[in-house]
């Protein structure tokens, strides 16, 4: 997972967390979150290698991985052991998610774009963002204004972090059912 819109990459994200919690391993002691910006080749497999502790698999996300400044010592050992991977039950599940858009000419990423689950999240423009405002307004049990929504682009634009939290704020704020 990969693009300029980290949050709906996060919630992504965190709806795959939630699937591994309900279906694999509900405690939560097998997910792994990496810093792949730092994370070294060592660490890397011994992670995603090693067995769960409480279920015969673990969830590891990798975070910006291809940011990592040495990764060009160790991709190809990274790109050998990603082929290797034939999504058996016996492996764990790696997800890479990387909070901007990469350079499509590196070698990893033209791996990662070849997976099965691959999904650019790219900034939503105005013709889309509305909708996405009415449904997180209904997640508050709230309806939102026409005139409210063009105002809240005016002044937030199309940054889903700070418009998630004003859309909080205001559906906390407002008494009605419709914010206004």
Same mark, same amino acid.
């Given at each position: ?8 990459? =996060? ?12 279906? !694999?391993?509900?405690?939560?002691? *097998? ?9 070294? $080749?060592? *660490?890397?497999?011994?992670? !995603?290698?090693?067995? &769960? /502790? ?17 990764? +060009? ?7 050998? /052991? ?6 058996? $039950? ?10 901007? =858009? $990469?350079? +499509?000419?590196?070698?990893?990423? =033209? ?9 650019? /999240?790219? #900034? ?5 963002? #509305? ?5 997180? +307004? ?8 026409? &005139? ?8 937030? &634009? ?17 008494? +009605?059912?419709?914010?206004?």
């Amino acid at each position: 997972y990969y693009g300029e819109d980290s949050f709906r990459a =996060k919630q992504k994200i965190g709806a795959l967390v939630d699937k591994f919690t309900k279906q !694999v391993e509900k405690s939560r002691h *097998d997910i792994e979150w990496l810093d792949g910006e730092s994370i070294t $080749p060592d *660490d890397f497999f011994r992670v !995603v290698t090693t067995v &769960g /502790f409480l279920a015969e698999k673990k969830l590891v996300i990798v975070k910006n991985i291809l940011a990592n400044k040495k990764l +060009a010592d160790w991709q190809d050992a990274l790109l050998k /052991f990603l082929d290797k991977q034939k999504e058996t $039950p016996e492996e764990n599940y790696i997800i890479f998610w990387q909070t901007n =858009k $990469p350079d +499509a000419r590196l070698k990893l990423f =033209k791996r990662f774009s070849k997976f099965k689950y691959c999904e650019e /999240f790219t #900034p939503l423009h105005s013709g889309k963002l #509305p909708a996405w405002i009415k449904q997180r +307004a209904s997640i508050y049990n709230k309806t939102i204004s026409e &005139g409210a929504i063009k105002l809240l682009i005016n002044y937030v &634009g199309n940054d889903l972090w700070q418009m998630s939290q004003e859309i909080q704020k205001l559906a906390n704020y407002s008494n +009605a059912s419709e914010i206004t």
